[in-house]
């Protein structure tokens, strides 16, 4: 849902005489690919190149506008540490004893100012354990990984350093590429509403500490699809992919078409019932309009 609001805002823009630079980033190394692809036992590369390569036929499928640049993490590794460098070089950022590098979140005045939460605000969770275990060296509990010192459960997955092998956090990923290609600041960023925090805070914090200039100017945020009313989730067996729209006679227009038939910062409920309301309203436009004048029914 989210890439398909993003490019109908695009599309929009451009056909208003706008020209847009769209970067759309890989993470194709941080906690969740390292562990996956080691379940799957591939290496990292060759789980995220099959994952991608998906990710971009389904893209294609929906008719979603191809990005300008789309860059990979692991392909802008010295862009990173180039910007945690300077991070630590103005204050913002430390080394700790177990070798990872931490953003200092009490030396940004404006943290929580997308999410407007106050620092003090902040809270452990419910267990009372920091947010990542494996963080135990931190000057604040609150602060956040720049830098992860390597371990032995990160198999291969390590890279040099100034602060010895290891790997980037996923927030640093997402703010040195995205300054890479679009300067330290740009006029829009967008995802869904479950990164506004933290992730997005993150970004801003250790962007705008680095350059003093806004990160972005403007935030587009897309609500969650829900599936039958519920969160979509593998364990509530509700996760359904465009193959499966496929399986049950649906075409990716028909799914586009309900992917944007709500607001797009309200929840949207996707039920196979609403899949075919949808594909049968496309029908009527189809009809109405002469085939001719419609894309074609991918």
Known sequence: RSFVAQDVFRRVIEALGMQTCHVRNITDVDDKTI???QKEGLSLQDFTHK???KFTQDCQALEILPPTHEPSAVAHIADQIQLIERLIAQGNAYQAENGSVYFRIGSF???GKLARLKITGIQRNASNRLID???YDKESWRDFALWKSWKPEDCANRWESPWGQG???WH???????MRYLGESFDLHSGGIDLIFPHHENEIAQSEAATGKPFA???FHIAHLRVNGEKMSKSLGNLYTLDDVAAHGFKPADLRYLLLSGHYRQPLNFTWESLAAAESTLRRIRGYLGAE???PES
């Not at 640093?172 to 995205?178: G, L």
Request: net charge negative; hydrophobic share 25%; aromatic share 10%.
């Open 35 to 37: 562990r996956e692809s």
């Open 51 to 53: 994952w991608q390569s």
């Open 109 to 111: 005045q404006d943290y």
């Open 133 to 135: 275990a494996d963080e």
């Open 167 to 169: 790997r980037p956090g």
């Open 172 to 178: 640093i990923e997402c703010s040195a590429m995205s």
């Open 217 to 219: 100017q403007h935030w």
């Open 293 to 295: 004048q419609m894309p």
